[in-house]
């Protein structure tokens, strides 16, 4: 089996109709790591796309540095669907993705654009919200950004931030730590004994929930954006 780790990265557009179907974002990156059974790493992936609606968001440029320019030969979302699709290949894999807003977009765009792919269905029927997951691992209600998440691994971040395989890469590294029970316990300690509760029943994160929020840039765990 293998597993499979995805960062998107989308550009807002007008909304658009079609019937009772709506599109307001756009996908224009796929990046994705690919580890084998024992979570080893086994291949990287990565390809912009062709959006088919208006001009690079003059914030989504700032965010991620994808220009027009950058996208210019580019494949449509037909054809980049059917490259992944290729690159995932037909072994049992699981789909992993910090929050659900990546395999949300596929679905969204896919129905709207008509794209009748098979992959599509897969990836939602085997699909893992690895930024819950997370959270269940540190047993707490909190919802952890991704580069929050890399640095309480104590580990550098890899590339740039809100690119889409260097997100990958990066959460795949949690991925494969918290496979590991021992030694997530053993690097995750210091941020584990923030939520364990103290004698008194409370946590230091209740104790000093402002200071601890703010440097761990944990957010409300109702929130659903794609925070990376």
Not at 9 to 22: A, L, P
Not at 113 to 129: L, Q, T
Not at 166 to 192: G, Q, Y
Request: a neutral charge.
């Amino acid at each position: 089996m293998n597993h499979i780790m995805i960062d998107l990265e989308m550009n807002k557009i007008e909304r658009q109709y079609h019937g009772d179907k709506k599109l307001s974002s756009e996908l224009i990156e796929i990046g994705a790591v690919k580890m084998n059974s024992r979570f080893d790493v086994i291949d990287k992936y990565q390809t912009y796309v062709s959006p088919s609606f208006g001009k690079m968001n003059s914030r989504i440029i700032k965010l991620t540095g994808i220009t027009d320019d950058k996208l210019k030969g580019a494949p449509d979302f037909f054809k980049a669907l059917d490259n992944f699709s290729k690159w995932i290949g037909s072994e049992k894999t699981v789909f992993y993705s910090w929050s659900m807003s990546d395999i949300h977009q596929f679905q969204v765009e896919a129905g709207f654009k008509g794209y009748k792919g098979k992959i599509i269905d897969r990836m939602a029927s085997n699909w893992v919200d690895f930024q819950s997951e997370y959270s269940k691992l540190l047993k707490i209600e909190k919802k952890f950004k991704l580069k929050q998440a890399v640095q309480a691994a104590d580990y550098k971040f890899t590339g740039a931030e809100h690119t889409a395989l260097s997100d990958a890469v990066n959460t795949a590294e949690i991925l494969r730590l918290s496979k590991n029970p021992e030694e997530f316990e053993r690097v995750m300690k210091p941020v584990l004994d923030l939520f364990r509760p103290e004698k008194k029943g409370s946590t230091l994160l209740d104790m000093c929930p402002e200071f601890f929020a703010d440097a761990l840039g944990v957010v409300p765990a109702t929130q659903n954006e794609h925070n990376n």
